[in-house]
């Protein structure tokens, strides 16, 4: 059934509203996702008016007392008591009162007989929403005008963002933000709509509850909220494996920084090893990449690039090149203090990082190694994001020692498969510098081919020509030019040292140390 009744509408094209509108959508707003752009742009062109009158009893009433009789509306002379009222008494005060009460109790001559009646219909709520910048963000001195970033759903476009936005021009000429963020909505694991009725709602206590909040945390930095994202009690256990990732690199910088203190023990940057120096590099490169993503509001880029690295870079390479450095060199040696060096400032980069995803974890973190001493939590303190490091000259050029460690494991693998050896430690790995490589890889290998055993995780490197039994060619891409690398790979020479497993052919030359090789006879002191 449809009626005709008198409304009070908001014209959008009066005083160019609309036209300051676009502009301010175009111009003055930065969308995420930029789509957001369009659609409340196409949807301001096509309205004519705001319908802010609705037939109800509940809600704000609209403040206007008016004539029966001749249709008169005394919105100037009454606006003075209304709002004094409405500040005194508030809303409820404009159903207390009669009309005439509003107008200091003096009854108008605006016609014959006049008959004074207050507005009975309510305003649209989406007035009041859109007009939250007035009563909130004006009269808070904390906040501030226009705000930094509205935030809701995607349905919001025709809603609360637009009438802001309208609200905003209509009273100062600007939009009341200067961003606008829009999501999509939870579903279940099969991307329906949760419901009561259907049993398929995941409440956030229960998974805290179950998994913490910090899981519950790390799934939503997981989503790519521009669309509708999924949530079940299976994807929240894979998200607990991930956790569990990122938990153990802490436990691993943690457990190798028992006896180190940055201040007495720190070396400069230009003092580590390459391979440490790679990894600081690495970790810089990172916060930098994460601070970008956190200011453009692409939390799942933040979420993916740390735990990639801190799986795929570290716990799959640089923490395993290092445990023989940090297990066998001596305590205060420069290689020992390099890699720990390192590792406390991949552990100060990582915890500001998360902090905001993790915040319980980090602080947790933090009260087992205050990084910043004095401070009693990762929150009191700020991310300062480094920049200098990222530009070292061989950042790159460990990145393609990284490539060429990749292409070389699956020839040691093999052997191993072979029964030829056990650990990787039993091997000894012969590389072929060929005259028609490109002159930068040749460089690159010459340059570090003291850290190569490191790296590779063997007891010994050396060059050959190529010719040795059991040598292969393998695939390598360089720089987009493909090289043919040709590898063998033979049982260590010498002996096995009984303290770091390494091979070597010193191992029984010490009198006093028969069954360790020369570097863990000087680690111990005694060489």
């Not at 996702?33 to 609705?54: A, F, H, Q, T, Y």
């Not at 009646?117 to 004006?138: M, N, P, R, Y």
């Not at 303290?499 to 028969?514: A, I, K, L, M």
């Not at 360790?516 to 005694?526: K, S």
Request: hydrophobic letters at 35%.
């Amino acid at each position: 059934i449809f009626r005709a009744t008198p409304q009070w509408f908001l014209k959008i094209d009066h005083q160019d509203l609309r036209k300051k509108m676009g502009g301010a959508i175009q111009n003055n707003i930065h969308f995420t996702p930029e789509w957001g752009k369009n659609r409340i742009g196409s949807m301001v062109e096509s309205r004519p008016d705001w319908c802010l009158s609705r037939q109800r009893y509940w809600g704000v009433p609209i403040p206007i007392v008016s004539c029966k009789s001749c249709k008169k509306v005394f919105a100037k002379e009454s606006k003075t008591a209304i709002v004094q009222q409405f500040q005194e008494n508030g809303a409820d005060v404009w159903f207390e009162k009669e009309a005439i009460d509003f107008l200091d109790g003096k009854r108008p001559n605006c016609c014959r007989t006049p008959d004074i009646q207050k507005e009975t219909d309510i305003i649209d709520v989406w007035f009041d929403s859109g007009v939250s910048h007035q009563a909130v963000l004006k009269k808070t001195k904390t906040l501030s005008y226009p705000a930094d970033l509205y935030l809701e759903g995607s349905d919001q476009h025709r809603g609360w963002f637009q009438s802001a936005l309208t609200t905003g021009i209509a009273l100062d000429g600007h939009p009341p933000f200067k961003g606008v963020l829009t999501h999509g909505f939870v579903v279940d694991g099969e991307g329906k709509k949760m419901s009561k009725s259907a049993g398929n709602v995941v409440a956030p206590q229960d998974v805290m509850k179950e998994f913490g909040a910090d899981i519950l945390r790390l799934w939503v930095s997981s989503c790519d909220y521009q669309y509708d994202v999924r949530l079940s009690k299976e994807i929240l256990k894979q998200l607990a494996e991930t956790y569990r990732k990122i938990r153990n690199t802490f436990r691993y910088l943690l457990g190798n920084l028992y006896d180190f203190d940055s201040a007495e023990n720190g070396l400069p940057f230009d003092e580590l090893s390459r391979l440490d120096q790679w990894a600081v590099q690495e970790v810089d490169h990172l916060a930098n990449l994460a601070k970008q993503s956190y200011e453009e509001f692409r939390f799942h880029e933040i979420y993916r690039d740390i735990y990639d690295f801190c799986v795929v870079e570290m716990s799959s390479y640089y923490f395993d090149a290092l445990k023989d450095t940090l297990y066998t060199a001596g305590k205060d040696s420069p290689p020992r203090r390099s890699a720990q060096t390192a590792l406390f400032h991949i552990l100060s980069q990582l915890a500001k990082m998360l902090a905001p995803v993790l915040p319980f974890t980090m602080d947790e973190v933090w009260a087992t190694y205050p990084i910043e001493k004095g401070s009693p939590s990762v929150h009191a303190n700020y991310w300062d994001v480094p920049e200098h490091t990222v530009k070292a000259p061989f950042w790159n050029d460990w990145n393609e020692i990284r490539r060429i460690r990749d292409a070389v494991m699956p020839a040691l693998e093999r052997k191993r498969a072979a029964g030829m050896i056990g650990s990787s430690l039993d091997a000894k790995i012969y590389l072929k510098v060929s005259a028609d490589f490109p002159p930068e890889l040749s460089r690159i290998l010459c340059e570090n081919w003291n850290e190569l055993r490191r790296v590779f995780i063997v007891s010994q490197v050396e060059s050959f020509d190529g010719t040795r039994p059991g040598s292969e060619e393998i695939g390598l891409i360089f720089r987009e030019v493909q090289v043919r690398l040709t590898v063998a790979v033979e049982k260590a020479d010498g002996a096995k040292c009984e303290r770091c497993w390494n091979y070597s052919t010193q191992v029984g030359e010490f009198q006093d140390h028969p069954a360790i090789c020369e570097r863990c006879v000087a680690a111990i002191g005694t060489l």
